[in-house]
């Protein structure tokens, strides 16, 4: 929808495309990936059923599990997404979701790709050439860093 008649639930995450023209948005409650038009206010879905869950996919075939946190490729092409137990990858063009790393269960551990383990991500953010990510792994205290190529996880800070 446009303007007020868009139906967010409880936005969490919010990232600004280079050029300023559109937002993308971690809409926590309704577990999608949103594309919100500065200009005009209109409100589509890039990736994301509504359903609760952390299926891969393309556009609503994907599912999210209470996504909080976006962050954008220096090139514009994908965003990253902090979702519950794991760090997802959506393609701007395509809609494309794949996770990066994370089992998706809880818990703490570091490892590459499914190997890793996080306890409720939050915030995410990339490095200025795009090489890694760096996330807020809340329940487990730590700030974790994810590396893009690989997916391969290590504990940047906190002991937990």
């Known amino acids: 929808g446009v303007g007020d008649a868009a139906q967010l639930a409880n936005p969490a995450g919010i990232a600004i495309s280079q050029d300023g023209s559109v937002l993308f948005v971690a809409d926590f409650s309704n577990n999608k990936i ?38 954008i490729s220096p090139d514009g092409s994908a965003k990253f997404v902090a979702d519950s137990h794991k760090i997802r990858r959506v393609e701007v063009a395509t809609g494309a979701v794949t996770t990066l790393a994370g089992s998706g269960e809880q818990g703490d551990a570091d490892g590459v790709g499914d190997a890793a383990q996080f306890n409720y991500l939050y915030g995410v953010t990339i490095s200025p050439d795009g090489s890694a990510l760096f996330v807020a792994d809340s329940d487990n205290h730590k700030i974790r860093r994810g590396e893009v190529a690989t997916g391969a996880v290590t504990t940047l800070a906190g002991s937990g």
């Open 34 to 71: 949103r594309r919100v038009e500065v200009a005009t206010g209109e409100v589509t879905t890039l990736a994301g059923s509504g359903e609760d869950g952390d299926a891969d996919g393309v556009g609503d075939a994907a599912e999210f599990d209470e996504p909080t946190g976006i962050a």
